[in-house]
């Protein structure tokens, strides 16, 4: 069963716009970390954040960590349309990694 | 590039049939993880191994086998296909021997089923 689901389901903005994106998980996580799928690519790793981080920056990406309530957020400022994917959760969980269902983005020009 | 090199890129086989997918992971790196991702859905973790040896089962079916050999590659062998087997077949790898760090992914082998 998936470990993380993310809401929402799909996000439709224009340029220019902040998009957040949730992610929730079920057990205890050494780390949390979000990727990035371009249609049909391959994911690329976006940003890690620890069990013991609430808040993590890395250029325009904002990530929370919300243990207490097993949930995570994504905040991308300032979108581009080159931002348009789907991004997805992972939860190091000690012993592999679980993806969420993923995040479609879509930033219109 | 992610350094992750999988093969083929694309199969088109029938029902019944018998098909291996292979992974070539980062130079260094001793993990290997397969994943499955159906039209649009998230990836659903199939197995993963570590230097050799499986460390973790996922939704694995019977049907389903996977391997990593000395060189540290990786194959992935699906047989008596369906045609819910259809989907995008991923290799991730990483240095640890748990979940640790970051994972790169090949590509993907895009796998369709008639």
């Known amino acids: 069963s998936q470990q993380g689901e993310e809401d929402p389901q799909a996000l439709s903005i224009q340029e220019g716009e902040n998009a957040t994106m949730n992610c929730s998980y079920k057990?205890?996580?050494?780390?949390l970390q979000w990727y990035r799928q371009n249609s049909g690519r391959g994911l690329v790793h976006l940003i890690l954040i620890r069990s013991n981080e609430r808040e993590k920056h890395s250029g325009r990406l904002r990530v929370t960590l919300d243990t207490s309530k097993k949930s995570s957020s994504l905040l991308i400022t300032a979108s581009r349309a080159a931002d348009t994917a789907s991004y997805f959760c992972?939860?190091?969980?000690?012993?592999?990694?679980?993806f969420g269902s993923g995040t479609r983005l879509s930033v219109k020009p | 590039d992610s350094g992750v090199t999988q093969t083929p890129k694309h199969l088109i086989t029938a029902t019944g049939q018998r098909v291996t997918l292979r992974c070539s992971p980062r130079s260094g790196d001793l993990s290997v993880y397969w994943y499955q991702q159906s039209l649009d859905q998230g990836l659903q973790f199939l197995i993963q191994?570590?230097?050799?040896?499986?460390?973790a089962k996922g939704n694995i079916l019977e049907r389903f086998s996977a391997q990593q050999f000395p060189d540290l590659h990786s194959e992935l062998n699906l047989s008596s296909l369906e045609l819910g087997d259809s989907a995008l077949y991923f290799c991730a790898t990483g240095p640890g021997q748990g979940a640790t760090g970051e994972l790169f992914f090949g590509e993907g082998s895009r796998l369709t089923v008639l």
């Open positions: 191994y570590y230097n050799g040896e499986e460390r």
């Open positions: 057990t205890s996580i050494n780390n």
């Open positions: 992972a939860t190091d969980t000690y012993s592999t990694f679980i």
